[in-house]
């Protein structure tokens, strides 16, 4: 099965005669796929794709977003053949388990990537959040931010504050103490029905406050009522992380993605 799957596999640039079936193909688990589809609607522009076909079926894509980040789904035997296409020569990977022998096969891995890993590969959990799940604690004063608040957000985070105003294009929720914004959590991408909290981030010295549960609480709490389930992705080695989004109501689903830097073999 293998062999024939591979003679009759083909990789093609996305085109319109495939888009459509391409968003049935990620529409079967959009928690897998979220980025994809969130990307391809909103970021087209800065979004390349390559789609894997065998018998004329999708079996897998990468997508190459920003000119910096290699996002790969699908089967395993197709995975060589879909990064070939790509000429980055370093890239923030996002791929399944089944796909590291392939990138180690043409990429020598470098860093995780996120800071607590321990080890050069980050394996991020999935977690979920419903109505049904959702256990609000809210034990701090917490406001929406508004782009009036880039600037705080940038001097929490310690980037400038245009790229702050990223976070921004949904919604946003934060914990001040006096004029410095010292918490905050964002989902600054939102399909139709679902959202991703990204970019949870507390003030070492205020931190074990109730900072991150309320903040994380508040936005929860507003996708919710705007009738989408909530997602995040969280590095097993966070454990403290973890425990927060426990509180509320996240549940691990099971879904685990490998996220590191690489660079191409010469």
Request: glycine fraction near 4%; hydrophobic fraction near 40%; proline fraction near 3%.
């Amino acid at each position: 099965m293998r062999g024939s799957l591979l003679k009759a596999t083909a990789v093609v640039p996305l085109d319109k005669a495939v888009e459509s079936q391409l968003f049935e193909f990620m529409n079967e688990d959009r928690v897998s796929h979220f980025y994809a589809l969130y990307d391809l609607r909103h970021l087209r522009d800065r979004t390349q794709v390559w789609v894997a076909l065998a018998d004329r079926a999708i079996i897998g894509y990468l997508m190459e977003f920003d000119r910096r980040i290699l996002y790969m789904r699908g089967e395993a035997e197709c995975a060589v053949s879909l990064l070939k296409k790509s000429d980055l020569f370093e890239a923030l990977f996002n791929i399944e388990q089944r796909h590291l022998s392939a990138v180690k096969r043409l990429y020598k891995l470098k860093e995780p990537a996120d800071k607590m890993t321990k080890g050069p590969i980050t394996t991020f959990l999935t977690m979920k959040v419903t109505s049904e799940t959702f256990t609000p604690i809210i034990k701090r004063s917490v406001q929406k931010l508004e782009k009036k608040d880039a600037q705080a957000l940038a001097d929490l985070l310690s980037i400038e504050s245009q790229a702050a105003l990223n976070f921004f294009r949904g919604f946003a929720f934060g914990v001040f103490h006096g004029n410095k914004l010292v918490s905050y959590a964002a989902s600054p991408e939102m399909l139709e029905d679902l959202a991703i909290v990204r970019g949870v981030f507390t003030a070492p010295e205020e931190r074990n406050k109730g900072c991150s549960t309320s903040v994380c609480s508040a936005l929860a709490r507003r996708l919710l009522q705007e009738g989408r389930d909530v997602m995040l992705y969280v590095s097993k080695d966070n454990p403290s992380a973890i425990k927060v989004y426990r509180k509320i109501g996240f549940r691990d689903i099971g879904h685990r993605q490998l996220g590191f830097w690489a660079k191409k073999r010469r």
